[in-house]
Nanobody
């Protein structure tokens, strides 16, 4: 069992930046792949980015995110980060951390979720 705790969300103006953090505790193998999802009310949760322990997986779900944001992890701290730059109002959502044994399980029934952190982009 893995416990995930996110932090770093908040209110930011358009064009601003935030860094989200997610620290994992528990079974280390179940965090071989970690990712960030986001969800807005009335819509399905969507994958933002994923990264593997060794860095062989480091990808974003969509190109608009890829050009503005960075995902990274510090394995010694069991922490994954999502650096959000050039934020837009449409990026407003609850951002969730997820961890799994492999990419195929990410976001699925055998993965672990954090409680979510709210990101609001507004002037």
């Amino acid at each position: 069992q893995v416990q995930l705790v996110e932090s770093g969300g908040g209110l930011v103006q358009p064009g601003g930046s935030l860094r989200l953090s997610c620290t994992a505790s528990g079974s280390s193998s179940d965090t071989d792949v970690m990712g960030w999802y986001r969800q807005v009310p009335g819509k399905q949760r969507e994958l933002v980015a994923a990264i593997s322990r060794g860095g062989t997986i480091n990808s974003f779900h969509s190109d608009p995110m890829k050009g503005r944001w960075t995902i990274s992890r510090d394995n010694a701290k069991n922490t994954v980060y999502l650096q959000l730059n050039s934020l837009k109002p449409e990026d407003t959502a609850v951002y969730y951390c997820n961890a799994a044994l492999n990419l195929g399980d990410l976001g699925g029934d055998f993965s672990s979720w954090g409680q979510g952190t709210q990101v609001t982009v507004s002037s």
